[in-house]
T-cell receptor, first 115, second 115 residues
């Protein structure tokens, strides 16, 4: 079964604090892709990152970084020096090669950055 | 590149009427399009998968006669909510892919309100 779990429903941090959003996944596919999307109040999904199952290198993009740990089936997302504009709902998602390219979304983590 | 246009962004309709939502891939040919529904403060749930030229595959619990999906060309898929009721009010979002797992792009979503 394909499943994505985001245990943190809501997080509030004060501006400039670092925050980590957790994502744990389950899949039977050997080839799969993991994604993070940001959904601001306007509703659109903003693509942040895609990681394939064969690439466990961590990635950093500006204030964003991602930690992919296959051993624990986790794909955590860290925002350093958070800003008010980071306030949004963040979704982790899984797409497996054997499941018709369908996306499985986590339940999302609502992040509020307090000025 | 890889832009998906979804129209309308917002629609209000009366109970009993039908509403059509369009999803267009602007600069690529989408062999597969997905339709998702998102309830307030909830995750995105896959409603159906449509492949160009064939009937859509609906997820369990989704009424195919109520949510009509047409994918007549490689750049356009439509979702028609027939005989809409207030409980159909939701945020609907489409995504399109060329078939390769890296090709996922989401539309900006349609907020449907049935009064």
């Amino acid at each position: 079964a394909q499943k994505v779990t985001q245990a943190q429903t809501e997080i509030s941090v004060v501006e400039k604090e670092d925050v980590t959003l957790d994502c744990v996944y389950e899949t039977r596919d050997t080839t799969y892709y993991l994604f993070w999307y940001k959904q601001p109040p306007s509703g659109e999904l903003v693509f942040l990152i895609r990681r394939n199952s064969f690439d466990e290198q961590n990635e950093i993009s500006g204030r964003y970084s991602w930690n992919f740990q296959k051993s624990t089936s986790s794909f955590n997302f860290t925002i350093t020096a958070s800003q008010v504009v980071d306030s949004a709902v963040y979704f982790c998602a899984l797409s497996g090669a054997n499941t018709g390219n369908q996306f499985y979304f986590g339940t999302g983590t609502s992040l509020t950055v307090i000025p | 590149g890889a832009v998906v246009s979804q129209h309308p962004s917002r629609v209000i309709c009366k109970s009993g009427t039908s509403v059509k939502i369009e999803c267009r891939s602007l600069d690529f040919q989408a062999t597969t399009m997905f339709w998702y529904r998102q309830f307030p403060k909830k995750s995105l749930m896959l409603m159906a998968t449509s492949n160009e030229g064939s009937k859509a595959t609906y997820e369990q619990g989704v009424e195919k006669d109520k949510f009509l999906i047409n994918h007549a060309s490689l750049t356009l898929s439509t979702l028609t909510v027939t005989s809409a009721h207030p409980e159909d009010s939701s945020f609907y979002i489409c995504s399109a892919t060329t078939g390769a797992n890296y090709g996922y792009t989401f539309g900006s979503g349609t907020r449907l309100t049935v009064v």
